[in-house]
């Protein structure tokens, strides 16, 4: 059992916080991915787990144990970083027996599972050279190699992705996702890139300013985000907001897109209603939208600006009111740029924000 | 990124260092060999006339006796320059050993020039004398010419002398002697060659030559000299435990900073004060530490542990003059390897020593197989620098024993050289024994240290 | 939701994780408090002796004499041993002959050093990497193995015993690190600066000039005062290559054997302070010096 609790933890650089009293909870075998912009205190909060940088105030418990002060070393855990850190003058053999000579572990059990991880990761070949001739990506294996050697429950990962190339990337991606549903290990894996969080994590936590504003799994943070900023950031392209007015007429709560008219499902509707003349904010995916040539019924009347073909799809860009909207077709759709389509949005995909707090309304 | 186009200005740019270093190095190098191994005074060819122009017969080596048949010349030129090798005479003022004044003629070779006026000299003092079982005092005479004229005074060595006038003499002498075969030959040669017996006039032997040749005779000199054994043992000696604990305290210095504690600055700083001291003031100040009424004597007669001073500069406590020698060592020239570790260490990924740490290692595990690993290539550079410097080490031990309880190769170097003795050759011997020994381990150490990446790659 | 559920779970066992806790604490301080020790032994180990000069240096002449020593405090503070150093024999004359040395070393090894950085730093060249390791070989070359041949030769031109003999030599000597030193600065500089100044329409002496010169200049000067601080101490060869014209380090090792603990003490310290304010001058810079040299 390796349960990660992160407990109020606070680090501050001076007078910044990096990680403002974040608490979290991983589950054993559970794949977390922790991601945010750069700066917004991921990785401190991953060093605070490891041991590399002490916290001001909170606590981590991994197993049970309360690690919060102790050295990296006797937390038992193993770690990519995003250099991949591999020791340039022992051979790839070496380093992925690091830890297990570190921990004194028996000779021959460390040769089986050195061998192993080797295995796993297709490195069984270079393990009497030195990392100084090898490629990015087989670093990186080595660098996963000796990781998993340890077999320790919990593992972290910083970035490791972030230095191969484009292609190595999507290939390494699927292949440490294959992995890791293998080893079972609880894992907590930093990332800027929200691909990645998707394509990998049983939950996401996204971080902004060493707060984490939502942890779910990949499609709900993706389909509910639970503010602005997360639907902003996850996605590509990131989600619409559009500015609406809330018009109460006859107890029947209505949201007024320029001359157009948004009726809200009941629950929103309820909700609404404290917001009589004021702003709120409607979020919809690009590919939610519904767009049609000739005036449908519910749908609005815009003008196209732009035309981006991306071959599965096309996206359109279209400014309604101040705001810019992106809405994703099917590349057959004939729209054209300076000609007018309707849109609709369909009503269950909306997500209804606080201009305000900028938080979703449930 | 680098100008990748290949053109003349780099060497151009180059050309000063490069032409200095030549001036100011390689040539005093090949100049230091040639001073140890070539004397310019070997033999002494004798000519069948007593003038230049006459043809050698032969060539008496230096030192050895020969016999003087007649002599020739003595022809009085009043130019110290006369374009010819001839024996220089002052007429010198000087109160004599019994303190009554004296005044006569005496040879210029017994005389070291202290003052010139206009390329002429006119104060000097009576050099010593080196030979063993010689006449510790100089003789003046009444006559200019005549080493076996009437005595006017005795001088001792270092008594200060007026120079009045000088005259040139030319005198040949022709003598009969062995040469290197063995065999006995006849021919003139120059009086300023040959120093005559005092006793008997007839016999004399071959004070210098005028001929060249390599030899080890100042190797020999060297190893037989008293002090020779006694500087070597403690110039290794002092290399041998003076490095060891440098590279430890400079080990632990760097990681303290690698620590990055609080006013980490301020620590960095002090520790690379010494890296700028004065080997001179480091060793007065070690001085003062050991001195009889120093600071350690201070200290342990403020606690009570003593009554009486201890004596830790003398010639029965030469074990305590090398420890105050390591300690000022150790002191001064720690920071040297601090710096170099300390960069060193900047250039290693904080992410290397992270993961070993995550992945177990402790302190000494990190130490021994990460940073040790890491820093090989600025350890070989520190242990050569440093080694190289530690056979130098000279005014360390000038401050703490005086140079004379404790002697260095170094030291020996200067004694040769400075003071009244002057003897370039012995002093580029030793010189040329430290430049040896400074190679040797540096290919030793370029070979020991050799990195594993450079084993892999080879 | 979870979180709140490990919480309770977590004040179940709360003796025992408030113990684990506490102890992991207390070692980690413990851990910090013997950095600190270590840190400051060696800060005292540095400073002691520093100290103790100084007070001898700074007191009665009596009181250098006075045993057993107090340690501390100063035990009275007064200028007369400075002023007794300062005002006898040759010590005067010894500065002097001390400043002009190093002065005309520095000026000299860095106008010879300078170019030679930048040609190391800047180019590529056939003899590029022979030329450092040159000289780097004679950065750790024996100083004592130059300085007899170069008086002998001194001797016989006629410069023996001349202020800028001995700053001839000391050039020779402190030129390798110079240009190591220099070279590193420049190489700090990205070469992509030059060319965006030559893009922009400056000749390459005006980017030189206007661009490379201002961001190297702390970085040539530490370099040079360094320079100056090895000149200033260096004794062996200034020794050899002197009689009358002695700098001050060759006067006071000439008059060790005669001396008073007063002058030995007071001329001890009177070197070692131009050095504490130099190497704080440069101390920024002190592992630019020796970063390169490992490479």
Redesign the interface.
Known sequence: MAEIVIENAVKKFGHFFAVNNVSLTIQDQEFMVLLGPSGCGKTTLLRAI???GMLDSGRIMIGGRDVTYM???ERN???V???Y?I????TVYDNVA??LK??KADPAETDRRVKQAAELLHIEQMLDR?P?RMSGGQRQRVAVA?AIA?QSEVLLMDEPLSNLDALLRLEMRAELKRLLVELKVTTIYVTHDQIEAMSMGDRIAVMRDGVIQQVDKPNTVYDTPSDRFVGGFIGNPPMNFIDGQVQIKNGAVKVQIGEFTIHPPEVIASVLKAFDGQQVVIGIRAENIETFTTPTEGAMKVQVLVVEPLGSQNLLTIKINESMLKVATHPDFPATADHDIWLRFPIDKVRWINRESQKALV | ????K?NW??????A???I??AV??A???V??LS?AFYKDDAQLSLRAEASFTSPVVGAIPQAATVTILDTQGNHLETAVDSGTITEVWYRISSSGADGAAAEGWILSDRVRVDEESGGVPTLGRIRAVRRSGADPQSSVYVQPGSSHGEVAARLDAQTEVNILELVTLEVWYQVSGTDREGQTIEGWAQSAFITRGEQDPSSGFIKKGDTGEWTLDFIRAMVADRFFMSALTTTLLLTVITIPIQFV?AL??AL?IQ?R?KGN?L???????????????????????F?E???I???L??LGLIDQ?ITFISIQTRHWIIIAIVLAEV?RATS?VM??L???L??V?T??L?????????LW?RVR??IL??L???I??AL??RT?LA??V??VV??IS?GDIVTTL?RE??RW??EEIRN?NM??A???L??LI?IFT?IFYLRAVR???EA?IT | MTAEIKLTNAGVASAEMQAMRRRALRRLRINRGI??A??IS??V???L??Y??GS?ALTTPAGV???????FPFTDISLDTMSFFLQSQGILRGIVNSIVVALITLVLST???A??G???S?????G?DF?RL?I?G????????????????FMRMGLFDKTYSVA??H??LT??TT?LVIGSVFASI???LE?AATVHGATALQAFRRVVVPLALPGIAAAAI?TF?MS??E??AA??LTLENRTL?AQ??NA??KSS?EY??A???F??I???I???FI?RY??N???Q???
């Open positions: 490891a041991g590399l050295p990296p070393r855990l193993a770690m970083f995003q250099s850190a020791f340039p003058h022992m690091f830890g570190m921990r030195h100084s000796r340890v | 990124m680098k100008r990748k290949r200005t780099p060497y151009i740019l180059l000063p260092s490069l200095y270093l100011f190095f040539w005093p190098m100049r230091s001073l305290v632990v210095m303290v620590a504690l600055t620590f960095l700083y002090l520790f690379a004060i010494p890296l700028g001291v004065s080997e001179l003031a480091v060793g007065i100040v070690f001085y003062l530490l001195t009424s120093g600071y004597n201070s200290f007669m403020g001073s002191w040297i710096v170099i300390v960069s060193g900047q250039a990924p992410e290397l992270e993961a070993a740490e995550l992945y177990g290692a402790g595990q197989h990460v690993p890491l090989k290539p600025s070989q550079v050569i620098l190289i056979l130098q000279f005014a000038m401050a005086g170094s170097t200067y050289y400075s370039p002093a580029a030793y010189a040329g430290i430049m400074s540096a990195t594993q990446e892999a | 950095t600190y270590i840190a060696l800060a180990w540095i400073i002796p520093i103790l000069i001898m004499r006075g045993f057993p020593k107090a340690i106008l010879i050093a170019p030679a930048y040609a190391i800047r180019y590529v060249f056939r590029r030329y040159a780097l004679v950065r750790a070359f024996p100083v004592i193995v130059l300085a007899v041949p170069l008086a002998v030769l001839l030599m050039t020779a030129l390798p240009v990205p070469y992509e060319e360094f601080v200033w101490n004794v062996f020794s050899i380090p006071v090792l060790l054997n603990p030995q003490f001329g001890g310290f070197m070692l131009p050095s504490l130099f190497i704080f101390r002190l592992f010096m020796w970063g040299v490992t490479k």
